[in-house]
Every structure is written in structure tokens, then in C-alpha cells.
């Protein structure tokens, strides 16, 4: 069955859930472990704030670099 | 075999016989004190993608009514065991109780805010620049429109606040990217008041054309806990 394109409204939508379930919500105790997007077992120490993968990917562009 | 969890809901309420969760699995109620956690066993840890992102939050909007809104948990929280999922939820049973007591009858709404058209004199590279000065040049133009897009973007979170009152019971600010984007709001509704929130949106839009109001929710609260 050939794919249905999404719409602006559904890709809106989409990057919404997507923002919310893997960036916010709340963490139940700094030990856990997390599974995010194949970067599996991330052991996570006390009190630290666990980040999605888009957050890391963020985090990683530190901004353009001089010519 | 894991235990992946979902939501923090008050102590008895139970999920749906018919509710599956991340790749299908069952959802059930373990209980931790006053509250309980929605959870499935998975036989093994979740990947990642969109389709997990939907399933999981499928499950904690299938918690929510008009009277309980659930506490969302972050999407990939695992326990080994029953044990120390219990452990880990009932330690902190009064400050569920008391973002239960937060959430409930309301549900949380997303607006984008964003300029009508691309202003393209002002999305700046400062990478594509050619030359030391015309780099430095460009990251300064870069600094000051994110200062005046952070300026206006307060401006047009406080304008909606001040003109919703009481319909909106707590918001979050955050300043979007790109050529476009100036802000992304979220606010506490009562579901009662949904209807009159989105009355005074569409007003707002219709008044203020240079600009491009996105909707969503109504969503369970992630974006109102830590």
C-alpha cells in the first residue's frame, strides 16, 4: 500500500507528541535506567535531569564555528 | 524482562482490560502507597521513534478523564522488577498527590507562535560567513534578533495571560528556532474552560496577522512536572 504524505498538520502534531514524551514528563528517581532511541541503558545518576535524544543532539551543536 | 511505566495516577485506578502499551504489551495498575504507576513487562528494553513516542503517550492519555489527570513519566523509565518500582514511586507519594491534586480536571494546551512570513534579512549563518569581520558582524546580528525574538515572545506570553485571567492555571515559555518560530506556549486548562480558552485564541489570531498561531492538546501535562 503506497504511504499517505503528512499533512503540515499532522507533522505539527507529531513533533509536538514527540517534544513532550521524550523531552518532558516526569522522571520518578534519578536511578533509573533509560532506553531513548537505541541508546540503550543509560545509566542515569542521582539527580540527574535524563535528556532526550533531541536534547543531546541540542546540546552537541555548540554553534557555527569561525571561518 | 522489564518493567517500563507511564503515569502516576491516584492509588485504585485501573487501566482498561483492552489497553496495550509499548509493542503491544498489557498495562497494569502497580500499586505504591496513595498512588499507583501504569506499567507493562517487556521482554525487552523499547527502541526508539515515533511510534513508541505514540504508544506511550496513547497509554497516559487513555488515563485521563474529566476528573483524574494522570502525572506523565518521561518516555524510557524501566525497573527491574516490581520491587524497586514500588520503591522508587512511593518514596516521593507526596509530591504525586500533590501534582494529581495540581492536574486534576485540566489538561494541558500547546501554542506555537511564529511570524507569518520568513524574515530572511534576519536568519542569519554566521558559518556561511567568508571572512573574520563579516563573521563577527553576522554573530552579532544573530544575538540581537534572538534578544528582540526572546523580548517578544515574553511580550506575547503575557499578553495571552493577561487577557485569559483565570482560564489559564499555570504556563511554561519557551523560545522556538528558526526564521520563523518566536515562541512555544504551554497553559493549564480546565477542561471546563476549554472552550472559552479557545474563543479568546482565535480573537488574538484574528487580531494579530503578522503572525501564525498553532494549537495542539489537549495533552497530558508533561510539560508541568520535572
Request: glycine share 8%; net charge negative; aromatic share 6%.
Amino acid at each position: 500500500m503506497a504511504e499517505v504524505p503528512m499533512s503540515p498538520e499532522d507533522e505539527l502534531s507529531l513533533v509536538e507528541l514527540v517534544n513532550r514524551v521524550l523531552d518532558k514528563g516526569a522522571v520518578v528517581s534519578g536511578d533509573v535506567t533509560i532506553s531513548v532511541a537505541g541508546v540503550d541503558l543509560i545509566y542515569v545518576g542521582l539527580r540527574l535531569v535524563v535528556s532526550s535524544v533531541e536534547a543531546m543532539r541540542d546540546r552537541a551543536n555548540l554553534g557555527p564555528k569561525p571561518p | 524482562v522489564t518493567l517500563y511505566t507511564y503515569c502516576i495516577l491516584p492509588g485504585g485506578r485501573q487501566p482498561p482490560e483492552t489497553l496495550t502499551g509499548i509493542a503491544g504489551a498489557a498495562v497494569e495498575a502497580v500499586s505504591a502507597g496513595d498512588v499507583a504507576c501504569w506499567a507493562s513487562h517487556l521482554p525487552e528494553l523499547p527502541g526508539g521513534g515515533a511510534d513508541v513516542a505514540r504508544e506511550h503517550n496513547a497509554v497516559v492519555v487513555a488515563a485521563m478523564d474529566r476528573e483524574v489527570t494522570p502525572v506523565p513519566l518521561r518516555f524510557g523509565q524501566i525497573f527491574p522488577d516490581r520491587d524497586a518500582l514500588v520503591s522508587a514511586v512511593g518514596a516521593r507519594s507526596s509530591d504525586w498527590l500533590e501534582l494529581l491534586g495540581r492536574f486534576a480536571r485540566r489538561a494541558e494546551y500547546g501554542i506555537r507562535v511564529a511570524r507569518a512570513e520568513a524574515d530572511t534579512a534576519r536568519d542569519v549563518h554566521p558559518a556561511r560567513a567568508e571572512s573574520g569581520t563579516a563573521y563577527m558582524a553576522a554573530l552579532a546580528r544573530r544575538q540581537a534578533d534572538e534578544s528582540g525574538r526572546r523580548e517578544e515572545g515574553e511580550r506575547i506570553g503575557r499578553l495571552i495571560r493577561e487577557r485569559a485571567g483565570s482560564l489559564i492555571t499555570d504556563a511554561r515559555l519557551e523560545f522556538a528556532a528558526g526564521a520563523r518560530g518566536i515562541v512555544s506556549l504551554a497553559h493549564m486548562v480546565a477542561w471546563n474552560d476549554a472552550d472559552a480558552y479557545h474563543a479568546l485564541l482565535q480573537n488574538m489570531r484574528s487580531e494579530m496577522t503578522d503572525l501564525r498561531f498553532l494549537y495542539t492538546g489537549p495533552w497530558p501535562p508533561y510539560s508541568f512536572v520535572e
